[in-house]
C-alpha cells in the first residue's frame, strides 16, 4: 500500500470503510429527556459548526451538506433547553469511483458534552433508515481508526467493514479487539454489491 504523507513527513492513512445494504434498520432507544431528533435547518448552521468543532479540525460542510442531503436526510438532535445542535448525521450523496451510487452517511458528530444521551446514535439511525429507504443496491461511510464510538454505533445498525485491501483487515482486527468484539475477517465483504 503507497502512504499518503503530509508535508511534515507524518503519515496519512485512508479512512476505514463501512457499507450496509438496504436491509431494516435495528431500533434504538430516542434521545434521553431534554433532546429531541429533528431534520436541520440552516438557522442550525452556527450551532452545528460548534458542534463539528469539538470532532473535526476540518472546514465546516454544512452548506455542501445541505446540497447533496437526500430528502429529509439531514437529522440533528437539538438539546432543548440550550436549543442547540448536539448531535448529527447525514444521508447524502458523494459519488466516488468505488461507490458509483454515492449513497453515504456523511459527517457523524455527537458534541463531546453531551455523549452518553442517546443523541449521536438517534441521528446515526435515523439517517441510516433514510439510506436503506432510497439506495438503489448499498450506502457506505468513511471513519478514523480512532472514532470508536461511532463505529461501535455503525455495528449495531448492520454496517459492515469493507475489507478491500490487506492493511483494512489489521486495521479493522485491531478496532474490533479495541471494542472487544470479535474480529472474522470472512464475515465482511472485499468489493461492493454490485
Do not use: C
Not at 433547553?81 to 459519488?95: D, E, G, I, K
Not at 469511483?97 to 446515526?124: D, E, M
Request: proline share 7%; net charge negative; no cysteine.
Amino acid at each position: 500500500m503507497n502512504e499518503l504523507r503530509t508535508s511534515d513527513g507524518q503519515s496519512i492513512k485512508p479512512q476505514l470503510e463501512m457499507i450496509r445494504g438496504n436491509e431494516l434498520v435495528p431500533s434504538v432507544p430516542p434521545p434521553a429527556a431534554g433532546y429531541r431528533l429533528r431534520q436541520a435547518t440552516i438557522d442550525d448552521m452556527q450551532s452545528y459548526s460548534r458542534t463539528l468543532a469539538t470532532a473535526f479540525e476540518d472546514a465546516v460542510p454544512f452548506g455542501d451538506l445541505m446540497k447533496r442531503t437526500l430528502p429529509d436526510g439531514f437529522f440533528v438532535v437539538e438539546h432543548i433547553p440550550t436549543s442547540t445542535v448536539v448531535a448529527a448525521s447525514t444521508a447524502a450523496v458523494y459519488v466516488k469511483l468505488k461507490h458509483p451510487n454515492g449513497h453515504s452517511l456523511q459527517w457523524v458528530v455527537a458534541h463531546s458534552n453531551h455523549r452518553g444521551t442517546g443523541a449521536g446514535q438517534a441521528t446515526v439511525a435515523a439517517a441510516t433508515q433514510v439510506l436503506a429507504d432510497t439506495a438503489p443496491t448499498y450506502s457506505y461511510l468513511e471513519t478514523d481508526d480512532f472514532r470508536l464510538p461511532a463505529i461501535n454505533i455503525y455495528l449495531k445498525l448492520g454496517w459492515k467493514p469493507l475489507l478491500f485491501e490487506d492493511g483494512q483487515i489489521q486495521r479493522w482486527a485491531r478496532v474490533f479487539k479495541m471494542l472487544k468484539r470479535d474480529f472474522d475477517e470472512t464475515d465482511f465483504p472485499t468489493t461492493t454489491p454490485n
